[in-house]
């Protein structure tokens, strides 16, 4: 009997999957899901957020002061934060989003368009990011 030990075929370690280079249309799907998981589970702070903003001039001024000064324990910058990473997580779903749309609507399914398409998704939706986060937080 060897020393090795035989996997069955189609079989695959975790170890081996992280060898596998991911195409740009790989990375736009798998951020796709995690933008709509983080939308999804950052819900609560977004009703939060809206009702607060919007019940009355008095709320929205304690809700901008929450961006400065912090609430509690918590800093004001890690609001700031959470909100970058909500800015991100719409900007990438929708503009991802778009893009699965515009593929189904032309029937564009080649290699090429699949990859210059999900570098201009991750292009888009990172440049845009930036430009609000740079308003977000100066």
Known sequence: MSDTIKQ???????VDATQYRLPPAGWVSILHRVSGIIMFVLLPFII??????????????????VFVGGLGFVPGWFFKLVVLALIWA??????????????DATHSVSKEFGRSSAVATLAISLLLTAALGFKLFF
């Open 8 to 14: 069955r075929p189609g079989t695959m370690r975790l």
């Open 90 to 103: 719409y900007l990438h779903h929708f503009t991802a989003g778009v893009r699965h749309l515009y593929m």
């Open 48 to 65: 939060w957020l809206l009702d607060n903003s919007l019940n009355s001039d008095v709320t929205y001024q304690y809700i901008a002061d």
